[in-house]
Structure formats: C-alpha cells, structure tokens
C-alpha cells in the first residue's frame, strides 16, 4: 500500500513533455523552430514566384486557425513577445504574423530549399553561424519549412509543430523537446 501511495505521489508530479519544453523557453539560448501552418499540398505549384502568394501553396482555413491557436498556447504559456524571423514564402510569414509575437523579418536562409536539394548543406551551414550569432538573452522563433527544420535539428516536424532547440555554449546546438501540432 505505501509503494502504490509512493508511487501515485510520484506520477502526480511528473510534468508532461510539452509543459518542460515550454518552460525551458524562459531561459536564455533557446529557439523555436516552427514549420508553417497547414497549407495543403507539397512543395509548391509550377510557376512559383517568391513575391507572389498567387504562385504558391497558402495557409488554409484550418491552417490560419492553427496558428491562431498556436498564438494562444504561446500566450497561456507567459510568451507574449519573442524575435520572430521568417521564411519568405508566403505560408510562413502568414502564419509568423499570426503569432502575434511581434515584428517578423524575413530571413533568406530559412527559406525552402525543398526544389533545390544541392543547397541544404551550405543554406544549414549559414543558417547554423547566423544562429550563434543572435543574442543569447532574446527568444528566436524561426517560421520556416520542415526540410529546414529537419536539416537543423534531425527531426520531422508536422505542419504547425514546434522544435525547441538550445544554443550551446560553444556555437553547438541540441534539440530540447517538440511541442504539438494541434491539427484542426
């Protein structure tokens, strides 16, 4: 009976994965690596034009309501404010302004290099360096596509997933946790 009391005491204090992967976003050195919301598809249409949403796979209903929510579990979890960089497709930065997390500048190197396999290592490479390069004390939330999050960090996230990652102190970078999708 007092192991079964131990042990459910024990369990009761256990913290869910998401909760210890939020928390570690308060502490200095952290990023965000978050794929764009649901946009239907792969890749993107013939034609594509970088300036011209037109051209491109979008955001759906659903996925404009994903990052609607993703806003809110950002807010329920203290962050109100954060850096945000994002791709240039259109897709990201609709879903970086949703956010709500402040000004969203685009960055080039977070850009798809889906069509373009030969650039994953040198785009990673530069994108790596810019990264050690940011303030330590500021949170990045990078708005970006899951070939660039997964030549990143190793992992492939889901449309609207979120791959929390700490800056090392010697430039190195180590993936903390992933954070749901919450697909509509």
Known sequence: ?????????????EVPADEAVWRS???P???VLLRHALAPGTGDPA??????????????????????????????????SATVY????????????LLGLGQVTPLPSINSFFRN???????????RQWVTRQPRS??????THQVNITALSGVFPASGEMVVMRRLPEGGLEVVGRIGNDSP
């Not at 396999?117 to 994108?127: A, V």
């Open 25 to 27: 976003l308060a502490k």
């Open 117 to 127: 396999p030969e650039r994953r290592p040198e785009q990673t490479r530069e994108l």
């Open 47 to 80: 034609g594509f034009q970088l300036d011209d949403c037109a051209t491109q796979r979008n955001l759906s209903a659903g996925g404009r309501e994903q990052a609607r929510r993703i806003a809110e579990q950002f807010r329920q979890h203290g962050v109100d």
């Open 1 to 13: 009976m007092m192991l079964a009391t131990l042990l459910l005491s024990l369990a009761a204090k």
């Open 86 to 97: 994002s791709s240039q497709w259109c897709r990201c930065l609709e879903t970086a302004q």
């Open 138 to 143: 500021a949170l990045l939330v990078l708005v």
């Open 29 to 31: 050195g952290h990023l």
